[in-house]
């Protein structure tokens, strides 16, 4: 069985192969600035743009050709309709061309389900993990329970990486902000009091953002900003992804998503899960980013159990969809 996988979400481009279970390849282009957001619309642009580049290198890594796949996965939401469309839109062409079907795959589910890989058991018998899922635009506590993907706790506003990435352009630097943020960030160990929001299980961001706003205003250093940030947000993460493994039950602790690239906030699940006796994952940082690799990986486990659309006209996007949304018939 080999099948292919297309990210599009966001800034990705990625495109993965996968071959019973095992990654042949991983490529992937980023739309990135140098000052300013992501202007979505551009971003699809240069989705288009590299689509045919980066599938070539990712069919080469392989060894393979496109008439060896069995199926095509792509990743229909949530995300920025612009980049979704232009992904859909190239994937669609493909299936048509060489006659295969079209797997759609859930991002965030995509980045838990490749946690497989960094060695978690994914079975609901063995406890399967929990989650802390901290990227741009999605900063969420996930579990398996009952059928579904759920939602333990989450941010009542942005996205982690997009509070970093927004703070980080109010300093004057580019896109993505929170590699820059946390080498900052290391150079200090001056903590400036920030406020601390956690609301049940539930987190609070902007109001940070606006009290780092202001500080910076006032003079103090960027370096012991960004300190006090990471340690502040970090602990804010761990507190709630702590409690719902003791909530849960469960004794896996799983990373997902852009920010968990942070060495810090590592650090800090490490600590916490060392003193309640659970296993920490940390995927491979190819497999944190949005990447190609955990589409097709989730879209095989998904074709085999035969959970996909034979109507490529039925398929659009999802910009929209929440983990919850999905039933998780592949368990
Ligand atoms: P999604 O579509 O899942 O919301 P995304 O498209 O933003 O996510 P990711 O690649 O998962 O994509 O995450 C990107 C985010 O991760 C950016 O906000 C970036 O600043 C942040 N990030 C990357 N490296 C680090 C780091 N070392 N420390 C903190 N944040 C980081
Ligand atoms: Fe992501």
């Known amino acids: 069985m080999i099948g292919l996988g297309v990210e599009c979400t966001a800034h990705t481009l990625g495109i ?19 000052k300013g957001g992501i202007i979505p619309v551009e971003a699809a642009k240069h989705h288009e743009k590299v689509f045919d ?13 496109l008439y060896d796949l069995n199926f095509i996965a792509v990743s ?55 989650m802390l899922y901290v990227s741009g635009a999605n900063t969420q506590i996930i579990a398996y329970e009952n059928g579904k993907y759920r939602i333990f706790g989450e941010t009542l506003d942005v996205g982690v990486g997009n509070f970093i990435d927004n703070f980080a352009r109010y300093a004057g630097i580019g896109f993505p902000g929170g590699p820059t943020i946390e080498k900052l960030a290391g150079k200090s160990k001056n903590y400036i009091e920030l406020p601390y929001k956690i609301k049940g299980m539930d987190i609070a961001l902007s109001g940070i953002l606006t009290n780092l706003k202001q500080k910076l205003e006032k003079k103090h250093k960027l370096n012991d900003l960004a300190y006090s940030m990471q340690e502040t947000v970090f602990a804010m993460l761990v507190e709630t992804a702590e409690r719902a493994l003791a909530h849960t039950g469960k004794k896996q602790l799983l990373l997902g998503g852009g920010v968990a690239c942070n060495s ?28 190609g690799a955990m589409i097709s990986y989730t879209g095989e486990i998904m074709f085999n159990k035969k959970i996909f659309e034979k109507n490529l006209d039925k398929i659009d996007i999802r910009p929209r969809e929440r983990t919850d949304d999905i039933l998780v018939k592949w368990k």
């Open 16 to 34: 993965g192969i996968v071959k019973d279970g095992k990654i042949l390849s991983n490529e992937s282009e980023t739309y990135v600035t140098n």
């Open 53 to 65: 580049n980066v599938l070539e290198r990712a069919l080469k890594k392989s060894k393979i050709t």
């Open 76 to 130: 229909i939401g949530p995300g920025l309709p612009p980049c979704l469309l232009a992904g859909l839109k190239k994937t669609k062409i493909l299936c048509v061309k060489y006659k295969l079907p079209l797997v759609e795959v859930n991002h965030c589910i995509a980045h838990l389900e490749v946690g497989k890989i960094a060695g978690a058991n994914m079975n609901p018998e063995a406890g399967s993990p929990v």
């Open 264 to 291: 810090r906030l590592q650090e800090m699940c490490k600590i916490m899960c060392k003193e309640r006796g659970a296993k920490l994952f940390v995927p491979e940082k190819q497999f944190l980013q949005d990447n």
